[in-house]
């Protein structure tokens, strides 16, 4: 059963919503039409599985919000996350949240805090513009504490916004919230972090959602010291402190100084020293705050965890601190005030060669003695060794603090725990809870339609960290009924797994009626989950029958693949992908042919390799092929390295016969640079001979910018034009083209972040970029409370203007409400040609020949004149338009003679006899030469730009 599309948007609504958004069209006129976007399926075949690692937790009216990082399935990847519990620790959310855009690196965790009305967190991505560690972008979030009664959209996030531009991401974060009244930083957050200016800090208001001016704490001495991730902040009943490490030449010192103690945002206190550690150095701080004083825990690679009070300046009140612990390393600590004079410490550290999760109370009642500590050699909880008990809060209502940890080892998935601790007694007060999995990501979808307006795309449902496997999916879009830019989502067929990074591909072949017929390939194994032994598998998909599975290279541990790439012509799949064989040194690009009704009992017999062979080798890369049908031959397309330079080659393969064969050598396209986003090309055809080849190219220089480039071929290699530009950039990457009967659209991603976004041009059959600017092609916008962040778009034209656009999405709103997970997505996009009015016809006329329509102007362009003088119906075509014959004008016959025969007088009369001469009138010959030569006279100089023809008044 096909589910039905949602609501049509109105022609004028789409227009509206692409004003509202301020897109700039791809060229006047040129913005193609939206069809409402859907998930294609919203259930996953399993959970994620993702590294967990640096917890924080903080408490506010109504219960706790924990956050972390968690890496996901890709290189180097990670995001900040988090959870809304009650007050018993008990979930909010249904499953975590995505805080940040994703990040190129293991940065750490997000800071948090908690105002009157909302949550405040802070976290580091990278911003591209130069070493991500010295030079991130500080963004910050409002979260809710609760779902707003009635909130149909579920969104936990109020708002994103940038804070700093600069930061950097080494741990050196911290942020606080200022609870006193009558003041002017009252209600206000106050955020400490590490810039290219020194240690500084910054106000942060959640009503205007705007961050404050920076205030410089440590200068230059701060910036030449061996500063690390040790950084506290805490606000109390006169102002708020900063402690911090600092290292120069000769030892390590914990330095304090107050902010706002004046009531004013920028009054500072003096630079103190807090405590000098020597010989230890401090592997840890925690600051609470105590009235007007605070309590810093600091632990030590001596090793040693103490707790010391300092005065409301931030100078000790004692020598030494405290000790909790003197043997074992501290892995971290967490310290959060449970009530007034009462603060709850908890820490890693180990008993023996037993890693152990620790807590205690400490009590600061007196102000003449040091802190009463209890119960410190007792732990709370064993756990795995490499856990993380770096999160601690205690709810402002109810009798809880909570603890957040990670456990589990540090080459496995590290989960995340939380447990309830009771406030005065420092035990555990239920069982550990594991913060509830989110269901698997959407990775990597392709998509292919038939003529008919089927689609079908698959996709990855990866559920592991780098290394692992996810299952390959799809489902059919199914858009051959109802409005032309609707479609429904059929039922999700699991195919096999396959590894997280591999290519998946699907084609779809000439319908048969009703029936749609599909054929998907990918490199794996076929019973679902990831094995050592990877094979080229396929599925036929042939209309509502079971797919058929197809074995074409048997799963085995003796090959590596790369793609593969799948097209269809009128009679045959062809599959192309690179192997490499363990043991030898070479790789080789290959293909085979499969029939619509392939017998899945049969592997196909002929496998062709597609290098050439004469001349300097060209060893294929490590990256997948392309393969094409232009309406007359497959063409496959891969990458090669020759004499240390990059190339882009070419092969053309036979389409029937009785088995598969190459047609000549492969041929050179052109010389490439792969771009720092990696080798990426793509490819599509007119289906009448050429190809659009669209390719990512570095700035030979050296510099940060890289180009897309285009140039078209013919159908024995040729190329057409002189490569082009179709965009330059830092960030313009994963091209992809598609041509969709009239004119090529070529997209791809810009950005990064939230800010990503998807843009296209159009591209003409004639090989000439149409327009100038580019567009975002998407009609829902990135707002700060629910980014709605397009990645990995797949393309797929079902011709007459119809284009379906997948991508995949992180955060958006549909009828289900707030989603914050990756889901493949789909739309249709409508060429102007076809679903503007009146659609413009470019097809034959009598007398003219068929052209192709400019999505940019709506004119047709190449539309020629016939040779003069072809016939039409009732006359001769002349500069292209039919002049019709007129028929010779007939004389008056002469009055009788008065002496002539009467009628009835064969001998006499005007009859014509059997062998008398037909009289023709002498004019008619003259008239159709009269004629001709004014149409000639009105001929003008034939353009190849001509006015649209249309089937509408």
């Known amino acids: 059963m096909v589910d039905p599309g949602q609501g049509m948007v109105s022609k004028r609504g789409r227009l509206a919503v692409v004003a509202l958004l301020g897109l700039a069209s791809l060229g006047a006129g040129g913005l193609p039409e939206f069809g409402p976007e859907r998930t294609v399926s919203e259930e996953s075949w399993r959970d994620e599985v993702s590294a967990r690692r640096f917890v924080t937790v903080t408490s506010g009216s109504e219960g706790f919000l924990v956050g972390w990082r968690a890496g996901l399935p890709d290189v180097s990847a990670s995001v900040a996350r988090a959870i809304r519990l009650d007050s018993s620790g008990q979930p909010v959310d249904a499953h975590e949240f995505t805080l940040s855009a994703r990040s190129g690196y293991q940065a750490g965790a997000p800071a948090l805090a908690a105002g009157h009305d909302e949550y405040l967190a802070l976290w580091h991505e990278p911003n591209f513009l130069g070493v991500a560690a010295q030079n991130s972008l500080l963004r910050a979030a409002l979260v809710r504490p609760s779902p707003s009664p009635g909130d149909a959209t579920r969104n936990p996030v109020i708002a994103r916004f940038p804070v700093h531009n600069g930061s950097w991401d080494n741990g050196s974060l911290a942020v606080a919230f200022d609870d006193r009244v009558n003041r002017s930083t009252s209600n206000r957050y106050l955020v400490v972090h590490r810039a290219h200016e020194g240690l500084v800090a910054q106000w942060i208001d959640p009503v205007t959602r705007s961050a404050g001016q920076t205030t410089v704490l440590r200068g230059a001495p701060f910036l030449s010291s061996g500063f690390g991730d040790q950084l506290a902040l805490a606000c109390g009943a006169a102002g708020c402190l900063v402690v911090w490490k600092e290292t120069d030449e000769s030892h390590t010192r914990v330095l304090a100084r107050t902010i706002a103690v004046q009531d004013a945002p920028d009054a500072l206190g003096p630079v103190v020293e807090a405590w000098n550690p020597q010989p230890a150095s401090p592997s840890t701080l925690e600051l609470s705050a105590d009235g007007d004083d605070y309590l810093l825990a600091i632990g030590t690679t001596a090793p040693m965890l103490g707790v010391i009070r300092l005065d409301s300046g931030g100078a000790p009140l004692a020598i030494q601190p405290v000790p909790l612990q003197m043997t074992g390393y501290v892995f971290g600590s967490a310290l959060a ?47 795995h060794n490499e856990s993380f008990a770096s999160g601690l809060a205690c709810s402002v209502q109810g009798p809880r603090c909570l603890l957040g940890y990670v456990s589990g080892e540090w080459g496995d998935m590290g989960q995340l725990f939380t447990v309830p601790l009771t406030r005065d007694r420092a035990s555990v007060d239920g069982l550990p809870r594991q913060v509830p999995e989110r269901p698997a990501l959407q990775r990597a979808p392709s998509v292919a339609c038939d003529r008919a307006g089927a689609c079908f795309s698959v996709w990855h ?51 048969l009626g009703t029936s ?53 012509s009128e009679r045959y799949y062809l599959v192309a992908w690179v192997e490499q064989v363990n043991g030898e040194a070479t790789r080789r690009c290959k293909a ?42 497959f063409v496959v397309v891969w990458e090669a390295r020759r004499g240390g330079r990059t190339f882009l080659y070419g092969q ?15 041929f050179e396209l052109l010389e490439t640079i792969p771009s720092d986003e990696g080798s990426a ?15 990512n190219q570095a700035d030979p220089s050296g510099s940060l910018l890289h180009s897309l480039k285009a140039t078209r071929f013919s159908s024995v290699g040729d190329r057409l034009e002189t490569p082009f530009v179709i965009s330059e950039g830092p960030r313009a990457f994963r091209p992809r083209a598609v041509f969709d009967g009239n004119s090529y ?132 075509c002349v500069a ?74």
């Not at 090309?681 to 390719?695: I, K, N, T, Y």
């Not at 059959?765 to 600017?773: P, V």
């Open 337 to 383: 005030r449970s009530e007034a004079h009462h603060h709850l410490l908890a820490w890693h550290g180990m008993i023996g060669a037993l890693p152990s999760v620790f807590s205690t109370t400490v009590n600061t009642a007196s102000s003449s003695e040091p802190p009463i500590v209890t119960d410190v050699q007792i732990p709370v909880l064993n756990v």
């Open 461 to 511: 449902e990866p559920g592991q960290m780098t290394g692992g496997s996810g299952e390959v999916v799809g489902a059919l879009l199914d858009g051959t009924s109802g409005d032309p830019l609707e479609f429904g989502v059929g039922p999700v067929n699991l195919f096999g797994a396959s590894f997280v990074y591999a290519k998946l591909a699907v084609a779809a072949a000439p319908a």
């Open 516 to 568: 749609h017929r599909f054929a998907v390939a990918w490199t794996g194994t076929r019973d679902n989950r990831w094995q050592d032994e990877v094979g080229v598998l396929a599925s036929l998909l042939n209309g509502s029958r079971e797919p058929e599975p197809v074995t074409i290279i048997q799963p085995s541990t003796q090959r590596v693949f790369q793609g593969p790439a799948l097209t269809a």
């Open 592 to 633: 085979a042919r499969l029939g619509f009704d392939e017998n899945p009992a049969t592997i196909p017999s002929v496998q062709v390799s597609l290098e050439p062979t004469t001349g300097e080798d060209a060893v294929p890369m490590e990256t997948a092929p392309l393969a094409i049908y232009n309406g007359r031959d």
């Open 652 to 666: 053309r393969l036979t389409t029937g016969g009785a088995q598969l064969t190459t047609l000549g050598e492969p």
């Open 681 to 695: 090309f793509a490819l599509a055809s007119d289906g009448e001979g050429s190809s659009l080849l669209v390719w």
């Open 745 to 876: 659209l070529v997209t791809w991603s810009d950005g990064s972040g939230d800010g990503e976004l998807i843009h296209g041009a159009w591209i003409g059959k004639d090989g000439r970029r149409l327009s100038l600017e580019s567009s975002p092609l998407s009609p829902h916008p990135s707002t700060d409370a629910a980014p709605a962040t397009p990645r990995e778009p797949a393309l797929a034209s079902a011709g007459g203007g119809r284009t379906m656009l997948v991508t995949v999405r992180d955060r958006f709103e549909d009828e289900t409400g707030y989603v914050d997970m990756e889901r493949v997505r789909a739309m249709w996009l409508g060429s102007p040609c076809n679903f503007e009015m009146p659609e413009v016809l470019c097809t034959a006329t009598p007398c003219m020949e068929a052209g192709w329509c400019n999505p940019v102007t709506r004119l047709c362009e190449a539309q020629v004149p016939k040779p003069d003088f072809t016939a039409c119906a009732g006359g001769l």
């Open 880 to 953: 292209g338009e039919c002049v019709q014959r007129t028929p010779a004008p007939q004389p008056e016959p002469p009055p009788p003679s008065p002496d002539a025969a009467s009628p009835t007088d064969a001998s006499g009369c005007g009859c014509r006899t059997a062998g008398d001469a037909v009289p023709v009138a002498p004019s008619a010959p003259l008239t159709l030469l009269a004629l001709l030569g004014l149409g000639l006279t009105r001929r003008r100089a034939t353009s190849s730009r001509r006015r649209p023809t249309s089937d509408h008044p």
